[in-house]
């Protein structure tokens, strides 16, 4: 089974080397900056990227004076940017062909 590797995941590990370095466990850590365990799992995991206020409260509770979390954070938001147009015009264009019918058996042929 292929290891799943989520779009966050640079920002993740970074916030779970900075935790284990401050020796804090993970439910101390999201009560401390205000959310649940489940959330900083999440966020470790790379699913989701901390908004910028979250991620400061992280970053001063796990004592990141070096930027280490937001660095990571602008790494992984640049990973995730948008299509450039050429793929945003050759995903118009194939919405546009499958628009025209919404049957799934439909779609199938139209792709094959």
Known sequence: MATRVHPF???????????KRAGISQERLAAQVGTTRRHMIRLE????????????????????ERGEIRAADEDDEEA??????DEFA??????????????????ARELA
């Open 9 to 19: 995941n640079g920002n993740g590990t970074m916030i779970r080397r900075l935790r």
């Open 45 to 64: 995991n790379g699913e989701h990227l901390p908004s910028a206020l979250l991620r400061d409260r992280i970053a001063e509770a796990v004592g990141d």
């Open 80 to 85: 995730a940017m948008p299509l450039n147009p």
């Open 90 to 107: 050759l995903l118009g264009d194939l919405f546009s062909r499958l628009g025209a019918t919404l049957r799934p058996e439909a779609a």
